[in-house]
């Protein structure tokens, strides 16, 4: 690969993580080799695990051994992710420590079937943080509505969490002021080191022109059709505006002088679906300090061979906020939108958990057989 990896970071401050994780990257070295890159951390989710498990090999053996006991198959399925989650930490550690904490992490999601219940996403993402027990450890806790509270409680508590699947920028400020006001409570123990909690709050990219476009071209006037393809970008710097305004000020300032870390934008769903659009619009045009792309690996490749390393993020801000204006009066409504991206992304990440336990199963009523 090329030095735009490393430049990435060195140069213009954001962090290139990887959005894929699976056995044989493990064991075959290639994730040292990632890293080595310029990649600086990753991210996982149950499609990514549905993939990797029923996509080789590399799983049988372990899933042979646990399965013969004839337990329940999620509890073999959290056996076999967190095996690879320890493995991904072992090697992003080296980050996690030159960057004194501040980058090197790994994420792993909560079972998505709890995205609407509160209660039971507090409960599975502190059992995570224990279960797994690593330093660089980001638990991914979806952006719902009935998300906020756990996030809160979980910063109150020092653990680093990954805010994912998050559409819409009102939905962004709850999730800013949870992160802040969980620092203000743990920061009430004069002892806490606010320095060791981290967070990224995750908004998925090329949905947004997905869904958005299709709406444009619905309705097909000129005024529709020229604001295609502009949209996701748009939310990108207007979020970006809204984190650097919000990381600023008194408030901020008295968690900073305890050592707290800002809670980064990460630009997720970063692969550019249109192929009319180039393969690298999404980092292009999102790089700034103190923020995270995940990277799937064509467009990690695809940014290493011709993407361009320049500070974009909080450029063109007045003509994103003309973008964002101009959506309703073209009958795009982007609070449904958001609505709909994120019941679509709950239900995928449902669907892709679900259909690896149920594969899960009869390959265990195999082994039985």
Same mark, same amino acid.
């Given at each position: 690969?090329?030095?735009?990896?490393?430049?990435?970071?060195?140069?213009?401050?954001?962090?290139?993580?990887?959005?894929?994780?699976?056995?044989?990257?493990?064991?075959?070295?290639?994730?040292?080799?990632?890293?080595?890159?310029?990649?600086?951390?990753?991210?996982?989710?149950?499609?990514?695990?549905?993939?990797?498990?029923?996509?080789?090999?590399?799983?049988?053996?372990?899933?042979?051994?646990?399965?013969?006991?004839?337990?329940?198959?999620?509890?073999?399925?959290?056996?076999?992710?967190?095996?690879?989650?320890?493995?991904?930490?072992?090697? &992003?550690?080296?980050?996690?420590?030159?960057?004194?904490?501040?980058?090197?992490?790994?994420?792993?999601?909560?079972?998505?079937?709890?995205?609407?219940?509160?209660?039971?996403?507090?409960?599975?993402?502190?059992?995570?943080?224990?279960?797994?027990? @690593?330093?660089?450890?980001?638990?991914?806790?979806?952006?719902?509505?009935?998300?906020?509270?756990p996030i809160e409680q979980m910063i109150a508590e020092g653990r680093s969490i990954n805010v994912t699947l998050i559409f819409s920028l009102p939905r962004y400020a709850e999730v800013i002021d949870a992160y802040l006001t969980g620092?203000? @409570?743990?920061?009430?123990?004069?002892?806490?080191?606010?320095?060791?909690?981290?967070?990224?709050?995750?908004?998925?990219?090329?949905?947004?022109?997905?869904?958005?476009?299709?709406?444009?071209?619905?309705?097909?006037?000129?005024?529709?059709?020229?604001?295609?393809?502009?949209?996701?970008?748009?939310?990108?710097?207007?979020?970006?505006?809204?984190?650097?305004? @919000? &990381?600023?000020?008194?408030?901020?300032?008295?968690?900073?002088?305890?050592?707290?870390?800002?809670?980064?934008?990460?630009?997720?769903?970063?692969?550019?679906?249109?192929?009319?659009?180039?393969?690298?619009?999404?980092?292009?045009?999102?790089?700034?300090?103190?923020?995270?792309?995940?990277?799937?690996?064509?467009?990690?490749?695809?940014?290493?061979?011709?993407?361009?390393?320049?500070?974009?993020?909080?450029?063109?801000?007045?003509?994103?906020?003309?973008?964002?204006?101009?959506?309703?009066?073209?009958?795009?409504?982007?609070?449904?939108?958001?609505?709909?991206?994120?019941?679509?992304?709950?239900?995928?990440?449902?669907?892709?958990?679900?259909?690896?336990?149920?594969a899960l199963e009869d390959k265990a009523a195999e082994l039985r057989s």
């Open positions: 690969m090329s030095d735009r990896l490393q430049d990435l970071f060195v140069q213009q401050g954001q962090s290139p993580w990887l959005d894929n994780l699976k056995r044989d990257y493990i064991t075959s070295g290639k994730l040292v080799e990632v890293r080595d890159s310029g990649v600086r951390g990753l991210t996982s989710n149950p499609s990514i695990f549905q993939k990797a498990i029923q996509g080789s090999a590399d799983y049988d053996e372990q899933f042979n051994e646990i399965a013969a006991d004839g337990g329940s198959i999620v509890d073999d399925y959290w056996s076999l992710v967190i095996r690879d989650i320890h493995g991904a930490c072992d090697v &992003f550690s080296k980050v996690y420590d030159q960057s004194n904490g501040t980058d090197g992490f790994v994420s792993v999601e909560v079972a998505p079937s709890l995205a609407h219940d509160g209660p039971g996403t507090e409960a599975a993402a502190r059992e995570l943080h224990e279960r797994i027990q @690593r330093r660089n450890l980001m638990v991914k806790i979806p952006g719902t509505a009935e998300g906020i509270a620092l203000e @409570r743990f920061a009430k123990d004069p002892d806490a080191d606010l320095s060791q909690v981290a967070s990224v709050a995750s908004f998925f990219i090329s949905r947004v022109d997905v869904e958005v476009d299709k709406r444009l071209e619905a309705n097909g006037s000129d005024a529709a059709l020229a604001l295609r393809g502009q949209a996701a970008v748009a939310q990108g710097k207007l979020a970006y505006k809204l984190f650097a305004e @919000r &990381f600023s000020g008194p408030r901020w300032e008295a968690l900073a002088a305890r050592g707290a870390h800002v809670q980064r934008p990460l630009w997720a769903s970063t692969g550019a679906k249109n192929p009319a659009y180039s393969d690298v619009l999404y980092v292009d045009e999102l790089i700034g300090p103190d923020t995270v792309n995940t990277l799937p690996e064509p467009t990690l490749e695809a940014f290493a061979d011709h993407g361009t390393v320049a500070r974009r993020v909080d450029a063109d801000v007045d003509e994103s906020a003309a973008v964002w204006a101009a959506l309703p009066s073209v009958g795009v409504d982007m609070d449904d939108v958001a609505d709909q991206l994120e019941r679509e992304g709950v239900a995928s990440f449902i669907g892709a958990f679900d259909e690896l336990i149920e």
